[in-house]
């Protein structure tokens, strides 16, 4: 290796040349002192292995082995089995080596089974947790427990309300936006006179379904749906014996109910087959959040004109990038930060606007699709 001072002793030089090469010396020596302190500053950041918040987009790098559980309310609904389709998507393009682990309790053990196995994950050498939570603030003790062991939790659908003990949320759509999304259904559906209309829900518990309807009791305040007048809100659990059972019971408690609202896949069917069973699609609509192929039949034949969702194949696609770059530590979950989910491009984690008073961020996903008889054919294929 050729040193600056070989370099020197090797030339015959007057003393004008040997000055101004001094100098010259004396800049490379400078510059090399500033780059080695610049990079000794860079080291000690505190996003170390990721770059700083408002830095640029960071790519995953993959075949990192990694042991990751996604945790979806309960087994057995086809949104759920969608966002593992998504998750395993990722999981072949990252190469993780380690194989995903979809598993959940069943639709009537989901609070209790959930708090189960987020508290067995540590024992279960898990790095990252995947859940749509259905058990509220309820799941805070087994969250932060994990945290603390090292596993991260990572929330997709259904957020930790008060955000204890979760890095991240990935947000499928913008849970005001829900609120509205759901008056404007119901306002074209119904008509400039409006009506009375019942919510059928999924479980009390459910932090995604509480936030849309909070969001929608929130945009009726507006006097252009003044004329939608809410009756009541009833639980189905997200099981469709019960939903069925409460849609009925809607039915014969309210003959004047013009539309039953349901923010919920299962419990969107269900309402829209009991009104059809019941033979009433003529004075009784239904709308909500559901599944194209599972609402086709009711979309065409009028009984549930209007109905949107989202993707949860990109949703699971996404929620799997972003385990992935936390796992990996490649970025830390703070505000600011940047990065690349493979097909579906830059996200950004910022606090989350739709819970204001809650140390909680986000990734907005997104768009909202609503389905009608024009697009519900295409969307069920
Ligand atoms: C059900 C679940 C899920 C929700 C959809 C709309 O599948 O409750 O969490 O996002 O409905």
Known sequence: MITT????????????????????????CAILLL??????????????????????????????????MLLPKFLGILPFDQAHQGAEEAAKELGNPTALDFVGPTAENSVAGQIEFLTNAPAGDYNVVMMSNNSGDQIVPAAKAAQEAGVKVVTWDSPIPNGEGESVFVAQVDFT??????????????GDEGGKFAILSASPDAANQNAWIAAMQEALKDPKYSKLELLEIVYGDDQSEK???????????????KLI???????????????????????????????PSEMLEYTKN??????????????????????????????QGVAGE?????????????????RPDVDARRILMGPFTVYNKDNVEAAAK
């Open 5 to 28: 001072g070989e370099f020197f002793v090797e030339e015959e030089e007057g003393p004008v040349n040997m000055q101004s090469r001094r100098l010259l010396t004396g800049v490379i």
């Open 35 to 68: 780059a080695n302190m610049g990079a000794a500053v860079m080291a000690q950041t505190p996003v170390a292995g990721g770059t700083p918040a408002g830095g640029p987009a960071v790519s995953a790098t993959p075949g990192q082995p990694l042991k990751m």
């Open 177 to 190: 936006e829900t609120g509205k999304v759901m008056a404007d259904m119901a306002l074209s559906i119904l």
């Open 243 to 257: 939903s069925t059972e409460q849609a009925e019971a809607l039915i014969s408690k309210y003959p004047d109910m």
């Open 261 to 291: 609202m349901a923010p919920t896949s299962v419990g969107i069917v269900s309402a829209a087959k009991a009104v059809q069973d019941e033979g009433l699609c003529d004075s009784i609509k239904v709308s909500g959040l559901g599944v």
């Open 302 to 331: 009028g009984c549930a004109p209007e109905f949107a969702l989202w993707s949860f194949v990109d949703l699971g696609y996404l929620t799997y990038y972003v385990s992935y770059l936390l796992g990996t530590g490649a970025i």
């Open 338 to 354: 940047s990065f690349t989910a493979g097909r579906l491009g830059d996200y950004t984690i910022t606090k989350d606007p739709t």
